[in-house]
């Protein structure tokens, strides 16, 4: 199968959840023995580094980029508040990168375009005038949920009827375009059914994250004192909303209880005000080197979400090594978690301080939690059977 792979931000190096996602998947269907030919689009916030890319990764994916300027214009976006269409997709366009898709598909002929994120999907007009491909968006989130959920949590009371507008707004538009691709490869359950309830006919298949297990090997060693963390970039308002609440409102619950307990946070674009906190046993830095090195040597993760959506990659990746998660019910969604099993799930402050303190006194129960996860990752969320899912409801999808 020769499918084109339409990526919002470049995919490799994998340094976050949307490029993992993007890449595992890549690196799945060309294990699979299909085509893949990656154009990206480089942004001021993620450009492409092709001193970085592998040869045979360059050579396989013949990735290539199109520099788009997504920089927040505020003059446009008042324009395109005026003119009803929604600035948060509409700044991902280019003439640029129209051009080079027109070149592109003009040259060669694809079976499936796949569209990551709804932020690709100013294209789809330009894919059905000159190909014949299926068109799938792989929704990496239900963005209109997030923006809404943003919404309700603003304290700004002059910002938030904004904020709901933008947030209806993108409704709109992520509803409408069901209809205007061939398939949607839903990142979770909860987002499929969230699709399928807008009464589209657009088939929909729930493709998940997934990692190769083999590439995640839990530490071995024994037990001893329990370090909770959480890593994430912090340029995402949900990452930053959720851990001013965790500092704020339940690190001094589980401080009270257990004096010496330790919280370490990291994540790029740390606010400045964040690293200069002090706080009694909490460790704050910004970007890591190595985010799987400092995962593996640290034993709770800990996801104080509230307005995020779709499938949080990191708590798959904790999970992959072995690590106990606590986490807030919108973290944990699309994730087919058994609660107290294999993740533990905190619906306000007092019920997440009480969760950390529960694992600071039981390392037993701690290895319990990630043993557990660790076979949900290696059950459900394999690189291997995730592929296999998306080519079957690619098959399907052609031969109608």
Known sequence: MRILQLCNKPPFPPIDGGSKAMHNLTRGLLAAGHEVKVLCISTPKNSLAIEEIPVEYMERTRIESVFVDTSVNMVDAFTDLLTADNYNISRFFSPDMDIRLIRLLTAEEFDIVQLESLFM???VPTIRRYSKARIVLRSHNLEHVIQGRIA???RNFLKRPYRKFLAKQLHDYEMAVLDRVDGVAAISPSDAAHFADHGTLTPIATIPFGVEPGEYKPDERKLGEVTFFHLGSMDWL??????RWLLDEVWPKVIAERPNARLDLAGNKMPADLLERQQQGVTIRGRVKNALSYMRTRQVMVVPLFSAGGMRVKIIEG???????????????GIEHTEGLNILIARNATEFAKHMVALDLSPDYTRMLGCEARKLVENAYSDQNIVKELVSFYDRLRST
């Open 121 to 123: 999907t100013p294209y």
């Open 152 to 154: 309700t949590g603003e």
């Open 238 to 243: 949900p990452n930053e909303e959720g851990i």
């Open 319 to 333: 999970m992959a090594l072995g690590k106990a998660v606590v986490s807030t019910p919108v973290g944990a969604e």
